[in-house]
């Protein structure tokens, strides 16, 4: 290949990890070891160039997986079933790891789990893990989480001491979009089990897809600032307090001042009897 080529590809491919495209995929399922033991040439097979060039029919059934992955209600029914067993923030860390049943997995680095203090009062639930989550494993690292730690800084807390950091789902989703519905219900369970296994006094909901993953409600411009109630699959209820995401407010820093009112109303309740 000239370099010419080489180069114009590897463009190609840079531009794709951007756009989210992270993985090779077919229209269909795909067996692995089906598609090699077809694929790998056969002894008597004619490999001349001339028979290589010839056009192959389609053989879709080769690539047919052999198992097909669960279906969207299977994979909650299973979180379910794997969250309700935990009976400790240890032990659900190891369970979400091990979890198969969410589709983002496939595409990620990383399990992100959570961050900070198990036993903190204060737990922060925030969207998905980005680029920078699923290269080092850990939730709120990059330029939105460092605006977090600094945001949890002006009330005196921090993840080393007194809080605690998670997202709606553990794994990035391609191209940094929005997790979707059936992602959030997938991973549900586990979040609302570690709510109950670490018990917190507060809740802070950062940005729309926790409020809408945890409340069923849209629009954090009208949402924030509002305490409100969740209720987890077990039966506990907490307060929630829904916040602009620090990436918003890297966007548009102008609304700090409304964060700052916010954090204010957050750290009143966490510090009242
Ligand atoms: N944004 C989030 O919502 N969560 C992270 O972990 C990082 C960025």
């Known amino acids: 290949m000239e370099l010419a080529d080489t180069q114009a590809v590897e463009a190609l491919l840079r531009w794709y990890a951007e756009m989210g495209v992270e ?3 077919t229209s269909e399922p795909m ?19 001339r028979a290589r060039a010839k056009p192959t029919p389609a053989k879709t059934q080769i690539f047919r997986s052999e198992s097909t992955p669960p279906s969207a209600d299977e994979a ?18 190891a369970a979400v790891h091990t979890f198969e049943g969410c589709p983002l997995k496939a595409g990620a680095r990383n399990t992100v789990f959570a961050d900070g203090v198990a036993s903190a009062k204060l737990l922060v639930i925030g ?19 460092q605006l977090l730690d600094r945001m949890l800084a002006a009330i005196d ?9 998670t997202n709606v789902v553990y794994w990035r989703p391609p191209g940094n979009r929005t997790p979707t519905q059936i992602e959030t219900a997938i991973c549900q ?10 018990d917190p006094k507060v809740i802070m909901l950062a940005g729309g897809a926790p409020l809408n993953a945890l409340l069923g409600i849209s629009g954090i411009m009208r949402a924030r600032g509002i305490w409100r109630e969740i209720e987890t699959q077990g039966g506990k209820r907490y307060p929630v307090l829904p916040m602009f995401h620090p990436a918003f407010l890297l966007r548009q820093p102008t609304n700090k001042r409304l964060a700052w009112n916010d954090l204010l109303t957050l750290n009143a309740r966490l510090t009242e009897d």
């Open 23 to 25: 993985e090779a995929v």
């Open 31 to 49: 067996g692995l070891y089906a598609w090699k033991s077809t694929a790998e040439p056969q002894a008597n097979a004619d490999t001349s160039p």
């Open 76 to 93: 909650i029914a299973s979180a379910t079933k794997i969250a309700a067993a935990c009976t400790s923030f240890e032990e659900l860390r």
């Open 127 to 145: 969207e998905a893990p980005g680029r920078d989550e699923d290269q080092i494993g850990k939730p709120f690292v990059g330029r939105a989480g």
């Open 157 to 165: 807390r921090s993840r080393d001491q007194d809080t605690l950091i």
């Open 189 to 198: 369970p586990f979040v609302d089990r570690l709510i109950e296994l670490t």
